[in-house]
């Protein structure tokens, strides 16, 4: 191609917050990204709210939305809005999906399976109370509701708020012809809503628990949760399964003949339960050891290229135009890596919720195998790992736009160890420093980003001056940096630049005309 090639590093979780309160960012030695940032052409990009088509300012960013908008240089209405819109709109309850699962659970139960909490990352619980209301004004006659307690995207020992909260929904609804109760749930990073095949072991419990009704037993959530916190002191997120029984029994086992909804709307923790569900005989990633036959229906389709789930309550958007198609228009070689935790979010995620290659020729896909161990205890994670392997690729000359991401920021940062966050960010700058090697040797070009922040707010505001401090596990609603190295720009400084304004800053940077469906670059002309 004669070009320069781009180099982009994604620094999951890292975002820029003026408060030295909780700040792991700051507090980190990183002395490679101050370089960067006191000498090379910078701005602060939005990474959350409206920017990444959320429905309002208030919601944080997230991976999904962030490398949709990254990847797409588009802002798309996301799964969040899309539900909301869906259900106000009554449209959800017109489906043939909808209708299915109401007459398929006729002589059964209707499960609802899914992460409770108004994080609106996964899910929402007013989708839930949506939902079951409907169900019992359309005839059902009994729900069971299986529940992943979060406390990563919303504070780290808030469970029993959405527990009570939808416990007394369900009694203001339950009567004579209907009955709704929760019938099993456990922490969702130790069952079920794993990712990119990092730990299917996890799925396995979660089937355990919500479909065969095995795991250890509880009269009721606040029970289980207040046992298991006394016994283990985990936080929300890592709390074990339990199962709920009355008079020895599990009273919502998933049986012949009922219906299934997963009422989270993002797809990477949604599939792999998914595919359990779905699957056939041939499924292999664990023994069922019974397989249910049941109505499974996703709240959104979470894969259109794998099908995933058969069946599904909302579209996903359909994001057209994408960084990568317009790359491969143009013959750019590409080339994605991360870690398994990530390695779906510079592919899937960045390539608008797609898992084909759109060009088998150009693109080359690298995943590093993750840890699968609590992230604090190892916060480096496979960043050493990834560099070698992607320096070796820069230097290969072998492409000519190559992407990364570094889970550290976040995946430490979700932990809420302060400690470990900011090793976790010194090891991402220690990569930074030999990437920027890398890209000197190639005479390339360094964007250096992130996809919304984490680690740069590691405790929750206080509500009151004496308050003691609290941990942070979730994401942050601060904006994050962007960085170009090597390039003799000036960057725009504009309070409404985004992650969408990205795609066309890359494409500036390797000499294509960006594509005119793409928010503007961040580039001065
Ligand atoms: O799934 C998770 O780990 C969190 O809910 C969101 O984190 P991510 O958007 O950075 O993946
Ligand atoms: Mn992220
Ligand atoms: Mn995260």
């Given at each position: 191609m004669g070009k320069r090639p781009v180099v982009l590093v994604v620094m999951d979780g890292v975002g820029i917050n003026n408060?030295?309160?909780?700040n792991a960012v700051n507090a980190a030695y990183k002395p490679t990204l101050d370089e960067l940032w006191a000498n090379c052409p910078n701005t602060e990009i939005s990474a959350h709210g409206l920017a990444v088509?959320?429905?309002?300012?208030e919601d944080m960013g997230n991976s999904e939305v962030g490398h949709n908008a990254l990847g797409c240089g588009q802002i798309y209405s996301q799964g969040a809005k899309l539900v909301n819109e869906n259900i106000e709109s009554g449209e959800i309850f017109e489906t043939e999906t909808w209708s299915g699962l109401v007459k398929n659970c006729a002589n059964g139960k209707m499960h609802f399976l899914g992460l409770l909490?108004?994080?609106?990352?996964?899910?929402?619980i007013n989708h839930l109370k949506a939902l079951m209301k409907r169900a019992k004004e359309d005839g059902v006659k009994e729900v069971r509701l299986h529940i992943l307690l979060d406390?990563?995207?919303?504070?780290?020992?808030?469970a029993l708020i959405y527990v009570e909260d939808i416990e007394n929904y369900m009694a203001e609804l339950n009567d004579d012809n209907f009955h709704a109760c929760i019938a099993s749930g456990g922490g969702r990073m130790s069952i079920t809503?794993?990712?990119?095949?990092?730990?299917?072991a996890m799925v396995e419990k979660g089937w355990h628990v919500h479909?065969?009704?095995?795991?250890?037993?509880?009269?009721?959530a606040t029970e289980a949760i207040e046992t298991y916190r006394a016994e283990t002191g985990v936080v929300d997120q890592d709390l074990p399964g339990f199962v709920i029984t009355k008079d020895g029994k599990a009273v919502g086992t998933i049986e012949d003949g009922d219906s299934v909804v997963l009422?989270?709307?993002?797809g990477d923790r949604a599939q792999e339960i998914s595919l359990a569900f779905?699957?056939?005989?041939?499924?292999?990633?664990?023994?069922?050891v019974r397989k249910p036959n049941v109505m499974y229906a996703g709240?959104?389709?979470?894969d259109a290229d794998l099908n995933i789930?058969?069946?599904?309550l909302t579209y996903p958007p359909k994001i057209k135009y994408t960084l990568t198609e317009e790359l491969c228009k143009h013959g750019i070689r590409e080339y994605a890596i991360s870690e398994t935790q990530k390695y779906g979010h510079v592919t899937y995620f960045w390539n608008g919720?797609?898992?084909?290659?759109?060009?088998e020729k150009l693109e080359d896909y690298v995943e590093i195998k993750s840890d699968v161990v609590p992230f604090e205890q190892r916060p480096w994670m496979k960043a050493a790992e990834i560099t070698d392997v992607l320096c070796a690729a820069i230097e290969s000359?072998?492409?000519d736009f190559l992407r990364t991401n570094y889970p550290n920021g976040d995946m430490v940062g979700h932990t809420g160890n302060f400690e470990a966050t900011v090793i976790g960010v010194e090891s991402v700058d220690l990569q930074l420093a030999r990437v920027k090697k890398a890209v000197d040797a190639v005479n390339g070009i360094l964007i250096v980003t992130a996809d919304h922040g984490n680690a740069d707010e590691m405790y929750e505001k206080?509500?009151?001056?004496?308050a003691p401090i609290k941990a942070k596990t979730s994401h942050t609603l601060n904006k994050v940096p962007f960085i170009v190295y090597g390039a003799d720009v000036e960057l725009k400084q504009d309070e409404?630049?985004?992650?969408?304004?990205v795609a066309a800053t890359v494409a500036d940077l390797l000499g294509i005309e960006p594509n005119e469906h793409w928010n503007p670059s961040i580039i001065k002309k």
């Open positions: 408060s030295e309160y909780g088509g959320l429905p309002s300012n909490s108004d994080g609106n990352v996964h899910s929402h406390g990563r995207d919303v504070p780290e020992t808030s809503m794993d990712r990119y095949e990092a730990n299917w479909v065969l009704g095995e795991g250890r037993e509880f009269a009721s009422f989270n709307f993002r779905d699957g056939d005989d041939s499924f292999d990633k664990f023994d069922r709240m959104l389709q979470y789930p058969h069946n599904f919720n797609r898992s084909e290659k759109f060009d000359g072998n492409y206080k509500k009151k001056e004496d409404n630049l985004g992650l969408s304004n």
